[in-house]
T-cell receptor, first 113, second 111 residues
Framework: GENVEQHPSTLSVQEGDSAVIKCTYS??????FPWYKQELGKGPQLIIDIRSNVGEKKDQRIAVTLNKTAKHFSLHITETQPEDSAVYFC????????????FGAGTQVVVTP | ETGVTQSPTHLIKTRGQQVTLRCSSQSGHNTVSWYQQALGQGPQFIFQ???????GRGNFPPRFSGLQFPNYSSELNVNALELDDSALYLCASSFMSDTQYFGPGTRLTVL
């Protein structure tokens, strides 16, 4: 089955700096890669996703890149703000198991003013 | 606001008891997935329901069972509770897509 590894487990950045979180996956059939943000006491919130036919996607300060050959994808947050502090999860699923997301272990991001 | 709601918010049970958790999917969504999130870990897929049928299951024992109703709402039932069942249980809904939206979760504590 699919295995998703996520690094780093914790990330501390100064406000205004960029943050990068990296994930690798094992199943070459995986074709959907969402990123979720989870604040304390809340459920995961979808912030951006990318499909295997696209190499990069941007939404304001957030971007995701995908390297299918290397089986890794990354989340980039620019101009970080204190409200970006949260746990971020990457996930993956494949066409024949769509909806059954395999999550990484999460990255605790702390943005200090 | 995702529109997915879950009840109850918190629940405390003792070992051996049974529990039922409930989920209302986002309007227009016909697929519901359940996940278990232990403290400090990523969510783990339990199972998915589509058109009132189980449509895939993760590595969870049969004492984890579910239902989906005609209005697409869903229940997760756990029998013979164990201490390791203590976790945040998340429901996610989608419509004919792998894009899932999560609810706030139910925090289950087993004593």
């Amino acid at each position: 089955g699919e295995n998703v590894e996520q690094h780093p487990s914790t990330l501390s950045v100064q406000e205004g700096d960029s943050a990068v979180i990296k994930c690798t996956y094992s199943d070459s059939a995986s074709n959907y890669f969402p990123w979720y943000k989870q604040e304390l006491g809340k459920g995961p919130q979808l912030i951006i996703d990318i499909r295997s036919n696209v190499g990069e996607k941007k939404d304001q300060r957030i971007a995701v890149t995908l390297n299918k050959t290397a089986k890794h994808f990354s989340l980039h947050i620019t101009e970080t703000q204190p409200e970006d502090s949260a746990v971020y999860f990457c996930a993956a699923s494949s066409f024949d198991s769509w909806g059954k997301l395999q999550f990484g272990a999460g990255t605790q991001v702390v943005v200090t003013p | 606001e995702t529109g997915v709601t879950q009840s109850p918010t918190h629940l405390i049970k003792t070992r051996g008891q049974q529990v039922t958790l409930r989920c209302s999917s986002q309007s227009g969504h016909n697929t519901v997935s359940w996940y278990q999130q232990a403290l400090g870990q990523g969510p783990q897929f339990i199972f998915q329901y589509y058109r009132e049928e189980e449509n895939g299951r993760g590595n969870f024992p049969p004492r984890f069972s579910g239902l989906q109703f005609p209005n697409y709402s869903s229940e997760l039932n756990v029998n013979a509770l164990e201490l390791d069942d203590s976790a945040l249980y998340l429901c996610a809904s989608s419509f004919m897509s792998d894009t899932q939206y999560f609810g706030p979760g139910t925090r289950l504590t087993v004593l």
